[in-house]
Each structure stands twice: as C-alpha cells, then as structure tokens.
C-alpha cells in the first residue's frame, strides 16, 4: 500500500466530546493515516476510544495507528507510532508482524531515520516545522533536511507539527508523502469544515 495523504492525528483535549463526530468528517474528506493519541493513563477508555476508531476506520478503508502503545496496537491488530522513548522498533515489528504499519519519530536526525529503516519502520517522521499548538516544545526541522532525506531514503516520508492549508505546500514540494496534522484539521468549528480541510490536504498532495 502507498502511504501518502492526509495523517489525521486526534488529540484528547481538542476533541473532548466530538472525538468520533470530528473523526468521521475528517475521514469523509479523505484519511490516508489515522492516529489515536491519547497521552492519559485512562487504559479503559483508551481501549474504548481505539475500538471505536478502529470500527470507523474500517468502514472508511482507513489505517488506524495507536500512539506510543504497541500492546494496544497489537490487541486491536493495528498499526503504531513510536517515537525515541516509545520502546525499540525490531521487537515492536516482531510482535505486530510484517505487514503492520509502524511509524518512528526521527526529529530532524537522518541518523535516526536510517537506522528506522534498518529496523523495519514503514514510515519516518521529521518535525516540528512550524508552531504548534498541541506540542509547542517539539524539537524544531528545516526545509533542508527534507531534501537530505528525499535523497537517502527509501521510505514514505511524514512532516508533523504545526502544519495547516497555508503552509503545508512547501512541505509537499520538498518531498514529503504524508502530512501529519492535529489542530490544523480538527481545530475547526464545524464538521462541514474538517471535511473541507481534509479535502484540501489531499488537493494538495494530489491523491
Ligand atoms: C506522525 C507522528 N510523528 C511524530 C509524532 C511524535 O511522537 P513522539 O515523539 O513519541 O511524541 P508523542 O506524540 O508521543 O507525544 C507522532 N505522534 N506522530
Ligand atoms: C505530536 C507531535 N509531534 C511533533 C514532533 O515534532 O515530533 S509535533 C506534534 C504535534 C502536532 O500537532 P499540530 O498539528 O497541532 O501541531
Ligand atoms: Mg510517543
């Protein structure tokens, strides 16, 4: 499978309430990618909450990823996002098997992505780009080291953090397939308007 598109990712505070309701608009509009990340300790309503999101998906041919929580990922048999303090990648893969989808956090270190690959990652992310609301101490990357990484590697690339309709172009021209968007999607105020940013992510990546 391509990965390439919108990388939907919920956020617990922003979504309190509306979590299915934005969801499901976000994915009427096109999701290549969708993570649940939850950063509480609250493991029934995790489960809960990830069940949900896995029957919608299914319904909507979306990919579900679980944030940080390979043993949830497993237990729904679905995909995970792990970043540098997440737990290992190659027993992560051994237990999710082959065709999982397992994401790596890599900052702005090509080093950390290489060696993602080498560890099996199906997809490496590179942020903070810009401003973010949801995680404003992200560690920040540059323009430039996408174009490193469109030349060195081999496998789908993510942006994250900050990206909104207004500034994601760049991010598409230097090479990115995925983009990874929380508050640019889902701080909306309707669902007619997630739809719509959704919908215009993927013009931009032309999928
Ligand atoms: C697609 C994507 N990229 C990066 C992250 C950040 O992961 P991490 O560094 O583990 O931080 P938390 O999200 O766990 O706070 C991500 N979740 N998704
Ligand atoms: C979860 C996360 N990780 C980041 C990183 O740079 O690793 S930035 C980020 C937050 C993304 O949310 P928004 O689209 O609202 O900025
Ligand atoms: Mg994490």
Redo the contacts with the bound molecule.
Sequence with gaps: MKLRGLYA?T?SH?LDGKLLKYVEAALEGGVTLLQY?DKSSDEARRLREAEALRELCERYKTQLII?DDAELAARLNVGVHL?QTDGPLSPTRALLGSKAIIGS?C?AQLELAEQAAREGASYV???????????PG????SLELLDQARKQLHLPICA?????LDNAAPLVAHGVDLL????????AESTAEVTRRARAFNELLKI
Aim: hydrophobic share 40%; with cysteine; proline share 3%.
């Design positions: 990712i956020d922003l990340r944030n970043g956090t900052h992310a590179f942020g903070r780009f810009f401003n973010s609301n949801t995680k992200a560690p920040t990357c994250i953090g900050g990206i909104t990874a968007v929380v508050h640019g999607l889902f701080g």
